[in-house]
């Protein structure tokens, strides 16, 4: 039996399948996926991660924040992406060089293996929100949020776990977190 894959609209996918001999597709397996998170996207699962338990207290202490932090093992090699913040402003080469210079030895500690590639980032002018985490972590940017096939955008005001609350141009509103499809930064360069 084969799996064919094909792209059915630029988000989810549809598998099909053929014949005797089985083909395996990052696609198919992300199909699943995708598929039982059609109705909310954002995870709440970060801060359970032990590698996130791991960092966040050692990236905290040079004074940023932890946005999200994922590992995977490639060939032997163990790849970690650790994405931060800098809360005093944008975050630059140099926070990222030195959350990488504090965090090396420990992930060499940690995973008993000096094979770790280390990849340390900012979010990105228009990052899309992962994890509910990030509404903490986001609070006084300008975001958009998608509800009901709608975006809505404004600058994050509060965050108290259940509800999301934005400052839009007309006025405040609050919107429950299971109904909110998406979220992403609204993307601009401002300097704190």
Request: proline share 2%; hydrophobic share 40%.
């Amino acid at each position: 039996m084969s799996i064919t894959c094909y792209t059915v609209s630029t988000t989810f996918f549809s598998c099909e399948r053929k014949g005797v001999e089985l083909v395996r597709s990052f696609f198919c397996a992300a199909s699943a996926l995708l598929e039982g998170m059609k109705e909310n996207m954002l995870q709440n699962k970060i801060q359970t991660k032990e590698l996130y338990q791991e960092l966040f207290p050692l990236v905290q202490s040079l004074g940023y924040t932890v946005v999200d932090v994922q590992d995977a093992v490639v060939k032997r090699d163990r790849h970690v992406q650790v994405v931060i913040r800098n809360p005093r402003g944008n975050t630059s080469l140099d926070d990222c060089a030195a959350v990488s210079r504090l965090v090396q030895p420990r992930l060499t500690v940690l995973f008993d293996t000096r094979d770790i590639h280390l990849e340390v980032s900012s979010p990105g002018l228009s990052r899309s929100f992962k994890d509910v985490h990030e509404f903490t972590v986001f609070q006084e940017e300008q975001i958009r949020i998608l509800i009901d096939e709608q975006w809505t955008e404004g600058v994050l005001r509060d965050f108290d776990g259940a509800q999301v609350t934005l400052d839009t141009e007309n006025k405040t509103v609050s919107y429950a977190v299971e109904s909110i499809r998406k979220a992403k930064l609204a993307g601009s360069l401002k300097e704190k």
